[in-house]
């Protein structure tokens, strides 16, 4: 190894460390401690290694609710948070006037406290013996009738969660696709309106593809986003999500360890390594999409 490596890899060497020390060794932990039977956190012992960890994490009903919730919940919102930020970045980029403002107003919601904007939305969906929230209102001003969303029936609590991982992602969205469409060539726009091209079309054939690796990023770090969701569903039904039916994948470890049924960590392990898994399949599928539909 000449001067010039070895110096590239005592640079690389800090990063090395602190990842194999913060990243590496703890999933190599987790793993063992999901084939480790009976653990005992207190004794540090166990009576036996296998499978039943995941034999009955993949049988107990309130994993099965988790693992339903997390993907409805990467189905919905990442596909319409992605195309609503698109299409608010496009808006955007036309205009000139106070294009700042409207900037600064999307992006607002980034920097706010993700519990805070979780009490206002608990505010306008919930039904309480004084006030029906202002949802509510504005249903019944059309003539339908009140729903209670987050104490009231499954579909209407996933709608609010949904609704609310929506908001709370889509300002980061808009600002790194606003900074994308930023980057286009006025170039490729001004050589297709010789040509008489239409605007659909230039969307379609330059602008799509121009930001392509952006959306794509967006794409990955929604799905890993929102399979790794708890602290929305938290800030909207409070802390024993299992008895709301609206508890996630990390929601679910975190019971495990901590709360009203903790003290089993190979348990939260096995469901740990299901949700990696699950997550590394979905990554893996989407860098084949790339490929093929990336442009570079």
């Known amino acids: 190894m000449d001067n010039k490596n070895m110096k590239g890899w005592l640079y690389l060497l800090p990063a090395i460390l602190f990842l194999g020390a913060f990243m590496v060794y703890p999933l190599i932990d987790v793993l063992i401690y999901s084939f480790e039977e009976g653990y005992n956190s207190a004794s540090q012992t166990f009576f036996g290694v296998g499978t039943y960890n995941y034999r009955y994490i993949l049988h107990d009903p309130y994993f099965l609710q988790a693992v339903k919730n997390t993907f409805i919940l990467v189905a919905i919102t990442v596909p319409l948070s992605t195309i609503l930020a698109l299409v608010i970045s496009v808006a955007l980029s036309s205009i000139k006037a106070l294009r700042k403002l409207f900037q600064t107003v999307y992006f607002l ?88 091209t239409s605007r659909w079309r230039m969307f379609t054939r330059i602008t799509l593809p121009m930001i392509s690796p952006m959306l794509f990023y967006l794409v990955i770090t929604g799905f890993i986003g929102a399979f790794k969701a708890y602290s929305d569903a938290v800030a909207l039904f409070g802390v024993n999500l299992n008895a709301a039916q609206m508890n996630t994948i990390v929601g679910y470890v975190y019971d495990m360890l901590y709360g009203d049924s903790g003290g089993f960590p190979s348990y939260a392990s096995a469901a740990a390594i299901v949700l990696f898994l699950i997550v590394l399949t979905i990554t893996c599928i989407n860098l084949l999409i790339r490929r093929k539909h990336v442009y570079h």
């Open 109 to 196: 919601p980034y920097v706010t406290n993700t519990l805070a904007v979780g009490l206002v939305f608990m505010i306008l969906f919930k039904k309480t013996a004084y006030t029906d929230g202002m949802v509510n209102l504005l249903i019944k001003l059309f003539g339908g009738t009140a729903v209670d969303f987050i104490d009231g029936p499954y579909w209407a609590k996933m709608l609010v969660l949904c609704l609310y991982t929506i908001w709370v992602v889509m300002p980061f969205k808009i600002l790194v696709l606003t900074s994308a469409l930023a980057s286009v060539k006025q170039d490729y726009y001004n050589a297709a309106r010789i040509d008489g």
